[in-house]
């Protein structure tokens, strides 16, 4: 049952009244009162997601009509903005940015809207909760494909073929086992409302939405053999410290991880010998791994001889520049030198994209769910327990490579709770059911 279907009708005919127009033809009226549930489901799910969220609106005319694979046809620029500006008539929202392109550095962001006490108080009124009561729209478009047009990063439509119809088919066995399961982060409420800003002043990420539980393809470059990794589901969002705390079925996980999965890529398609020492230890002795590994995997990803430093990679603070780093990695890695600058990366991730798809269509065929974190695998503990998910990620480099890679691998933790130590038969009939008072949000979702 869809639960906003009483609030979408209620508020379509308030908004008809104050319109002071003609009645709309029917045709057009079932897409205005569609865009109006499409708006109040972004609403219920932002105030579960923070008091402070901001729900997004495009309001360029041509986001509605180009690339239509990628877009809902339901969901028109008249009429939503006919119903966007209908709530704001009637006090339920209020704009708090507008949306901007600027052509000179490409970047935009869309019209950003709070919802006001009037509409929270009807929407905490509607029973359910959004995140488990929104599903997963498995008949979306989940092969994108991406490239570079007047400086801008866009999706592009494409020609189906026997090779994107296979991916689609089997990403949509892959996202019909997810969403079968229900993967999820145990926190105590005051921890995620913690993290939840932390997120939502980070510009690089999104807050974690439960609701976005299936994965979207994207590749790259234009070209189905660039990029390719598996996208959008809210695990992706999670910081690494945090990872070891998601749950699927209320069940804790364990997260496997290829080591130095493109150095190895790299030595291997070059038919080179990687030697024992870590790829980015060997750098500076290993005091600045991590900014060693990203400028690593920038060098292979840039096109060109980068003599600058990248706009991402940060360096304050460490006793070089980038230049003496770019010199450094080239030293350490002289057998692969020539691999370098050469736009390599994004062909290296469809590559890695190409094993883990074959690794989660593997056990969502036995309806297991594997959670990607691009060369990570998150699954019930028991997998790793076993080594199951180990072998079976040996195996999908083992097939790529005709080599083997060693992997990492790490069993999530069970968190404390107030109930430690308690007897059982101690705690009320309450306590029993919805757990600890301090994941309490956790445990109504987990119920």
């Known amino acids: 049952m869809d639960r906003l279907e009483g609030l979408t009708s209620t508020l379509a005919s308030e ?3 104050v319109e002071q127009r003609k009645k709309r033809p ?3 009226q079932a897409k205005f009162e569609y865009a109006i549930h499409h708006l109040l489901k972004d609403c219920w799910l932002g105030i579960h997601i923070s008091p402070v969220y901001e729900c997004g609106i495009h309001k360029r005319s041509n986001w509605y009509s180009e690339t239509p694979r990628y877009r809902d046809p339901n969901l028109t620029f008249k009429q939503t903005m006919a119903a ?9 929202v209020c704009q708090t940015k507008g949306g901007y392109l600027d052509r000179d550095t490409g970047k935009s962001d ?3 809207y709070n919802v006001t006490e009037k509409l929270k108080h009807l929407l905490e009124a509607i029973q359910g909760d959004p995140f488990k009561d929104i599903k997963p729209d498995l008949d979306k478009e989940s092969i994108l494909l991406r490239d570079r047009v007047n400086e801008r990063r866009v999706v592009i439509e494409y020609d189906d073929n026997d090779h994107t119809q296979s991916m689609r088919k089997n990403l949509r ?3 019909a086992c997810l969403a079968r399961h229900w993967p999820d982060l145990e ?3 005051d921890e995620y409302v913690q993290l939840q800003l932390r997120l939502i002043g980070d510009k690089n990420k999104s807050p974690v939405d439960f609701s976005k539980r299936i994965l979207t393809r994207i590749f790259s470059n234009g070209s189905f053999e660039q990029g390719g990794r598996f996208y959008r589901a809210w695990w992706h969002n999670v910081p690494s410290d945090l990872r070891k705390h998601i749950t699927i079925n209320g069940k804790r996980t364990c997260e496997y991880d290829y080591s130095q999965l493109n150095p190895h890529m790299i030595y291997f398609n070059a038919s080179k010998d990687m030697g024992s020492e870590d790829a980015y230890d060997r ?3 290993g005091e600045h791994r991590d900014i060693v590994k990203e400028a690593f995997n920038a060098m292979m990803q840039a096109p060109s001889e980068l003599n600058h430093k990248p706009e991402d990679l940060d360096l304050t603070g460490v006793p070089f520049k980038w230049k003496t780093l770019r010199q450094a990695i080239l030293d350490a890695h002289k057998p692969i030198a020539d691999r370098f600058f050469r736009g390599e990366g994004n062909h290296l991730q469809y590559i890695d994209s190409c094993m883990a798809e074959r690794l989660m269509l593997h056990y969502a065929n036995d309806d297991h769910p594997v959670l990607p974190v691009h060369d990570s695998f998150i699954m019930h503990y028991a997998f790793g327990e076993m080594g199951e998910l180990e072998e079976q990620m040996r195996k999908a480099f083992y097939e790529q490579f005709k080599k083997d890679i060693p992997i990492k691998g790490e069993i999530g933790q069970i968190r ?3 109930f430690e130590g308690r007897d059982w038969n101690d705690l009320s009939f309450k306590q029993q059911v919805y757990g600890a008072p301090e994941y309490s949000l956790w445990n109504r979702r987990n119920i």
């Open 187 to 189: 926190l105590t409420d």
């Open 26 to 28: 029917a045709d057009a």
């Open 416 to 418: 404390p709770s107030t």
């Open 15 to 17: 908004i008809n009244a």
């Open 84 to 92: 966007y500006e209908g709530l704001q008539a009637l006090g339920m």
């Open 283 to 285: 750098i500076f002795d």
């Open 110 to 112: 869309v019209t950003k």
């Open 173 to 175: 066995t892959i996202n």
